[in-house]
């Protein structure tokens, strides 16, 4: 039987969680896992794949026996050990928008870094900093692997699963904080897993994306993801979630405090969007943030950057700014 919520197992690599859920027999038996984890193979105590396995095997999960992986989004420390899992068998689900990403591992990354600073660049960043960010990779101990093709399944909106408890788990597209964001929701219980849509440490940044340069058009443009943040926060609200557990930290017991922590961050934070183009006019995203917020590090100008440009995506999809959006 599914453990209750307050007991229920967890595999913790460095600050991800890896939720396992026993199968009914009419899904096959077996385990579902919330994520695939993340694979760190210059750590302390050794690879964390082999960490995974003995945390799974200590809990009762035979990694053989593992089905399925749900995978949330397409970042690597979430599907960065999706292959892995492919390799005993396992199916790999992730909402449409992300399998090309999983079917690339770190090439995605790269292939979407050039159209990322040119972007960047025509917002206004400077040389330096464009220098600065053009070096940042993750170090080589960090792996993700390309998961074979064959293993990976569009899961859609709306697909459930049965759990050994009888309970059923439905899926919930989400997207904003990647664009195959999703999160799942247990029916019976409105408990939600929720990736990195909901965290207790932090208010998820809804990044810059480039699905086109992905699948190999580095001239496609950004994709807007904050306008469907919002839109996917409002929609978890709606569910009426009593208990979340969350890609990274503790599981979250009040999810409307964090729920309006993140709606009340994004209304101030384009309150101070708004009021700098009234002030500087014909601003570009750069000049905003210095404008908001003038004593950031150079890695904190990169993350202003993300929200500034998600709040005139936001106008714009709006009418409210035309054109301040995506160029």
Known sequence: MT???????RFVLGENNVWPLRLAASEG????????????????????????????????VRPEEVRAVLVTHEHFDHAGLAARWAGLGARILAGPAALPTLALGFEAYERARLPRLADL????APADLL?????????????????????????????????????????????GHTPGNLVALVEETSELFS?????????????????????????????????PFLRSIAAIRALGVVRVFPGHGDIIESPEVFLGRFETHHARRGAKVRAALAYLEEATAYEIVRSIFPRLTEHRVFQAMTEVLGHLDLLAERGEASGAGTP
Do not use: K, M
């Not at 453990?3 to 197992?9: F, G, I, Q, V, Y």
């Not at 210059?42 to 082999?50: R, T």
């Not at 990779?137 to 759990?163: I, K, N």
């Open 195 to 227: 990736g990195d849509t909901l965290i207790p440490t932090t208010i998820p940044t809804p990044g810059l994306h480039y699905p086109g340069a992905v699948i190999g058009d580095a001239d496609a443009p950004r994709w807007p993801s904050l306008p």
């Open 29 to 60: 038996g077996g385990w579902l896992l919330v994520d695939a984890g993340l694979e760190h193979r210059g750590a302390e105590g050794g690879p964390w794949w082999d960490l995974l396995l003995d945390q799974a095997r200590a809990a009762g």
């Open 121 to 124: 660049e025509r917002h206004g």
């Open 131 to 175: 220098a600065l960010w053009a070096n940042r990779r993750p170090t080589s101990a960090w792996q993700w692997e390309a998961c074979p093709e064959g293993a990976l399944e569009a899961v859609e909106d709306g697909a459930t699963f049965r759990l050994d408890d009888g309970t059923t788990l439905r899926v919930v597209a989400a997207p």
């Open 3 to 9: 453990a209750p919520a307050s007991e229920r197992t």
